[in-house]
């Protein structure tokens, strides 16, 4: 338990850090002014003053912000802060000072908002690249194929190295089950390598209905009846890189499609999980060892990247949504008018998090 939550603490503290730094360098980088970078929202805990700059450590561990100067829902930040101005409260559309968010050009604006994300997402890639150069590159080779299955139907054949799935690259066998997974019923494409030629195999999954720790339900799954087994070589710093990238593009895929999935029913909305899932996870991966924690850790951070992409106000998304409404119409939003928005996302988010939470205890529960 002790090396779960010191774990899991060491996760999302470097996760969130590595979004913010991104926000911060950008903000400096364009001569914005940032009056507090705070990594957990709520009262400070503990901080220090650096020039212009309050660095903290808050007492909600549940994600961070960087605090810039004259940015339109600077109120609502101050509420992040654990308290509130009335004086902020009541700004009205004042001439944006040299050091402030509103009076960067768009172009600074974009970029700075986009930063976080762009950290988080480099983040894994920088993760993923290490681990193909240290731990090795694994390969998802069939090391059997059962009789009579769909996979031996299709004619697939043990030995054979998988190449791509659906469409979508893999790189390791759980990648293989994932893809096979949500295909239950529906033709498949499989393409493999077999003595230097690479073949194309159609297979039918067959429905199985399997237990899900997420939900504590069952679910309906695709089989083809395959064992998959991983080979591994570690490989060069440009092949590396190549890899990161892949393997980051196919979790951002992953992620994506989990998101349609909610939207369509095709996925149960209590499969989404929050701090304590992310913790049992992280202790299990660290027990595995650092490179399974390192892996983790690298698709948290496409999940950060995608999530932040959100146009929910609040987030960067929707921060980038208005810049994109500024942009159409050749002028932005009255401040009013993102602050009442900021706040709608801000009650929708923490609603995300209290229903995250929500799952989390269920599970635990129903155990």
């Known amino acids: 338990m002790i090396l779960t939550i010191l774990v899991t603490i060491l996760v999302l503290g470097i996760l969130i850090f590595v979004h913010e730094l991104g926000h911060f360098a950008a903000a400096k980088s364009v001569g914005i002014d940032v009056p507090r970078f705070s990594i957990g929202l709520g009262p400070k805990m503990v901080g220090f003053r650096r020039g212009e700059t309050e660095y903290v450590l808050s007492w909600i561990p549940l994600g961070g912000y960087v605090k810039m100067a004259g940015m339109a829902d600077e109120e609502v930040t101050s509420t992040l802060e654990g308290g509130g101005d009335s004086e902020k409260a009541a700004r009205t559309e004042a001439r944006p000072g040299p050091g402030d968010f509103d009076g960067k050009p768009l172009w600074a604006r974009v970029f700075t908002i986009s930063a976080g994300v762009i950290m988080n997402w480099l983040f894994a890639v920088v993760a993923f690249a290490a681990i193909a150069m240290g731990r090795g590159v694994l390969e998802p080779r069939i090391a059997e194929v059962a009789p009579g299955s769909p996979a031996a139907e299709a004619g697939l054949r043990a030995d054979d190295l998988i190449r791509r799935v659906d469409g979508a690259a893999v790189h390791d066998p759980g990648q293989v089950t994932m893809r096979i997974e949500r295909r239950a019923g529906e033709s498949t494409d499989i393409v493999v390598e077999r003595a230097g030629e690479q073949l194309t195999f ?36 440009v092949a590396a890189l190549g890899r990161g990238w892949s393997n980051t593009t196919y979790w951002g895929g992953a992620v994506l499609q989990f998101l349609g999935d909610l939207v369509t029913g095709r996925s149960s909305a209590r499969e989404v999980g929050g701090p304590i899932l992310i913790g049992e996870i992280s202790g299990r991966a660290a027990r595995a060892g650092f490179w399974e924690l390192l892996s983790f850790m690298a698709i948290i951070s496409v999940n950060l ?7 929910i106000p609040v987030l960067d998304g929707g921060h980038l949504l208005f810049l994109g409404i500024e942009a159409v119409r ?17 009650v929708f988010v923490l609603a995300l ?5 929500g799952n989390d205890v269920l599970r635990v529960i129903l155990r």
């Open 202 to 237: 159609v297979a039918t999954p067959e429905a199985v209905e399997q237990y899900s720790d997420l939900t504590g339900e069952s679910r309906t799954v695709g089989r083809v009846g395959i064992i998959v087994g991983a080979e591994s070589g570690r490989a060069g710093p």
């Open 305 to 311: 990247a995608i999530f932040n992409l959100l146009p």
């Open 330 to 346: 050749g002028r932005a939003l009255s401040v009013e008018a993102r602050v009442r928005f900021t706040t709608v996302g801000m």
């Open 353 to 357: 998090m209290v229903w995250a939470v």
